[in-house]
């Protein structure tokens, strides 16, 4: 398998544009997540999804940021508008079956996000 | 969820063993301990997991005392390429994947 995949590597927008990432997950995880890490804030949690169902989005900092899976291959992660404060590493990890033993994540290469 | 506590930094040589404890003194009775490493520019990999006693893989091992309110990951000779941060996470199945600020390691030649 190519393991987690998240396009586009890098990107650069400015301040207000509408920034939209993506991510397929490992064919059969049936968990998905995003992260954001900063080096103030470390690796933040920002949304999980079950079954392409989302479970908690407690992590998503405001309504600016938006997050669907319309199925089990396909995430986006949007932000809506962006700010400078939004530069950050996004990551995503997909998992098999968090209820059992040994259900570790694999995650993507991340996303590198700079808004001028 | 635990709350888990791990140095900020180690320096180590290479060749050297090294060893990072994590502390989690309020783990609960279905908590399992969690490692993963992460190098510069990559998302974080999974090293090794456990509940108790000690686990070994081709890569580490985790050694979890009778009170489990600690653990240590023990990384054997280790080179440059294990220069990375190594974090300790501590949850139930389904909750085991919110990271702290994790350890950074530096293997010096």
């Known amino acids: 398998d190519a393991g987690v995949i998240q396009s586009p590597r890098h990107e650069v927008t400015e301040m207000g544009q509408e920034v939209t990432l993506r991510c397929k997950p490992i064919?059969?995880?049936?968990?998905l997540f995003w992260y954001r890490q900063t080096m103030m804030r470390g690796l933040e949690l920002l949304i999980y999804?079950?079954?392409?169902?989302?479970?908690?989005d407690s992590g998503m900092p405001e309504d600016r940021f938006s997050a669907k899976m319309p199925n089990a291959s396909f995430s986006t992660l949007k932000i809506q508008p962006s700010e400078p404060r939004d530069s950050a590493v996004y990551f995503c990890?997909?998992?098999f079956g968090q209820g059992t033993y040994n259900s570790p994540l694999h995650f993507g290469n991340g996303t590198r996000l700079t808004v001028t | 969820l635990a709350k888990t506590t791990q140095p900020i930094s180690m320096d180590s040589y290479e060749g050297q063993e090294v060893n990072i404890t994590c502390s989690h003194n309020n783990i609960a009775t279905n908590d399992y301990i969690t490692w993963y490493q992460q190098f510069p520019s990559q998302g974080p990999r999974f090293i090794i997991q456990?509940?108790?006693t000690k686990v070994t893989n081709e890569v580490a091992s985790l050694f979890i005392p009778a009170d489990r309110k600690s653990s240590t990951l023990s990384l054997p000779r280790v080179s440059l390429s294990d220069t990375a941060v190594y974090y300790c996470l501590v949850g139930p199945y389904g909750q085991n994947f919110v990271f702290g600020p994790g350890t950074r390691l530096s293997v010096l030649p």
């Open positions: 999804f079950n079954n392409n169902v989302p479970i908690d």
């Open positions: 064919s059969g995880h049936d968990y």
């Open positions: 990890a997909s998992s």
């Open positions: 456990g509940y108790k």
